[in-house]
């Protein structure tokens, strides 16, 4: 269950709940006044492989050099692929 922030528009009092997501139903401030829900940002860690600055760098290096060893290997392909890419610059560009 995710916690909520509420926050009472009269006297300012903050308060945290578990709420489900599908209770739309704002809790009750100590001076009887209906709480509003307050924007609260959410915290991210990123972890594993790949979200690192360095580690994104070396896996970016190693895709590129495994697609220049396909090309090499499979000349057909690159033809194709360069086709394309012209055809399509020549489209946008007029």
Not at 25 to 41: D, G, H, I, N, Y
Not at 51 to 58: D, E
Not at 89 to 94: A, F, N, Q
């Amino acid at each position: 269950m995710p916690i909520y922030s509420f926050v009472c528009p009269q006297c300012g009092a903050v308060k945290d709940e578990f709420r489900k997501l599908e209770d739309f139903t704002p809790p009750v401030c100590s001076c009887c006044q209906q709480m509003e829900r307050l924007f609260t940002p959410v915290t991210a860690v990123l972890k594993g492989a790949g979200w690192n600055k360095g580690q994104w760098a070396k896996l970016n290096n190693r895709s590129q050099e495994q697609s220049r060893r396909f090309f090499r290997r499979h000349s057909q392909f690159r033809e194709m692929t360069d086709r394309k890419i012209q055809e399509k610059r020549t489209l946008e560009g007029g």
